[in-house]
C-alpha cells in the first residue's frame, strides 16, 4: 500500500486483519487493529509488516496477537503496539524508528519474541514496553532514546533474557525477575542523564556484567539474594557524575 495520506485497517471479526504480510509507505498514521480472540492464530497482522508513516503507527489486537511476524517501521512519529495473549505480542524481531514515544505491551505474554531495536536519537518520547510471562522481551534489546526508557515485566519472568543496551536517555527503569531468574539474563550497558534504576524484588538483578557509561544520572541496583551470591554477577563498572 502507497498513500500520500493515513492508511487505516480494521476488523471486528476473529480472522487475521492483514492474512499475508503487509507492506505500507504512507505520508499520514498507519493504524491497523483486530484479529483473533485468545490465542487463535488470527492475528492484526499476520506474517512480516515493513512500515513507513508519516504520522503514527498503531498495530492492536486487545484480544489476542498483534504480529505473528517480523515488525519493521523505518520511520513514524510515534507508535503503539498492543496484544494480550500468552503467545507473543510481536512474533519475532522488532526494528522500529520514531521520533516520538515507542509503547508495547502485552497483558498476558511476551511483549517481543525477538530482538527489540528503538532508534529515537532524534526525539524526546519514552520508550515504555511491557508483558509477563517468560520474559517481557526475550531475545534482548537495543534502545536510542532521549526519553524515558522503561521495561517491565508484571509477572515473575525476566524482564529482559539477554543483552540490554540503552544509548542517550533521559532516564532508564527495568524491573523483573524472581528467585532464580534475574531482572536480565545477559550483560547490561547504559548511557543516560536521568536516574537508572534495576530491580529484582525476589532475587539477582543481573547473572552477567552491568556497565554505566559517560552518564549524570544516579544508578540505583536492587534485590533479594538471600543466599549471599551477587545482585550483579558479572561486576560492575561504572561511570557517571550522580549518585550510586
Known amino acids: 500500500?502507497?498513500?500520500?495520506?493515513?492508511?487505516?485497517?480494521?476488523?471486528?471479526?476473529?480472522?487475521?486483519?492483514?492474512?499475508?504480510?503487509?507492506s505500507v509507505?504512507?505520508?499520514?498514521?498507519?493504524?491497523?487493529?483486530?484479529?483473533?480472540?485468545d490465542d487463535a492464530a488470527a492475528a492484526a497482522i499476520k506474517g512480516d509488516a515493513n512500515i513507513t508513516a508519516g504520522g503514527g503507527v498503531n498495530v492492536s489486537n486487545p484480544y489476542g496477537i498483534a504480529v505473528d511476524g517480523n515488525l519493521t517501521i523505518d520511520s513514524s512519529t510515534g507508535v503503539t503496539v498492543v496484544g494480550n495473549t500468552q503467545k507473543n505480542a510481536v512474533r519475532y524481531a522488532a526494528n522500529i524508528t520514531s521520533s516520538g514515544a515507542v509503547n508495547i505491551s502485552n497483558d498476558r505474554g511476551i511483549a517481543v519474541g525477538g530482538k527489540l531495536t528503538v532508534k529515537n536519537a532524534s526525539g524526546t518520547g519514552d520508550v515504555t514496553v511491557t508483558g509477563t510471562g517468560n520474559a517481557t522481551l526475550?531475545?534482548?534489546?537495543?534502545?536510542?532514546?532521549?526519553?524515558?526508557?522503561?521495561?517491565?515485566?508484571?509477572?515473575?519472568?525476566?524482564?529482559?533474557?539477554?543483552?540490554?543496551?540503552?544509548?542517550?536517555?533521559?532516564?532508564?527503569?527495568?524491573s523483573g525477575g524472581?528467585?532464580?531468574?534475574?531482572?536480565?539474563?545477559?550483560?547490561?550497558?547504559?548511557?543516560?542523564?536521568?536516574?537508572?534504576?534495576?530491580s529484582n524484588p525476589k532475587g539477582q538483578v543481573t547473572n552477567k556484567k552491568l556497565t554505566v557509561k559517560n552518564s549524570t544520572g544516579e544508578v540505583s541496583v536492587t534485590g533479594n539474594k538471600s543466599d549471599g551470591s551477587a545482585l550483579v554477577q558479572g561486576g560492575a563498572s561504572i561511570d557517571t557524575t550522580g549518585a550510586v
Open 138 to 174: 526475550n531475545n534482548g534489546a537495543d534502545i536510542t532514546s532521549r526519553g524515558a526508557v522503561s521495561i517491565t515485566n508484571t509477572g515473575s519472568g525476566l524482564a529482559v533474557d539477554g543483552k540490554l543496551t540503552v544509548y542517550n536517555s533521559g532516564s532508564v527503569k527495568v
Open 25 to 37: 509507505n504512507a505520508g499520514g498514521a498507519v493504524t491497523v487493529t483486530g484479529g483473533g480472540a
Open 178 to 198: 524472581n528467585a532464580s531468574a534475574p531482572a536480565v539474563s545477559g550483560d547490561i550497558t547504559l548511557t543516560s542523564t536521568g536516574k537508572m534504576e534495576l
Open 1 to 22: 500500500i502507497t498513500s500520500k495520506g493515513a492508511v487505516e485497517i480494521k476488523s471486528n471479526d476473529a480472522k487475521n486483519v492483514v492474512g499475508n504480510g503487509l
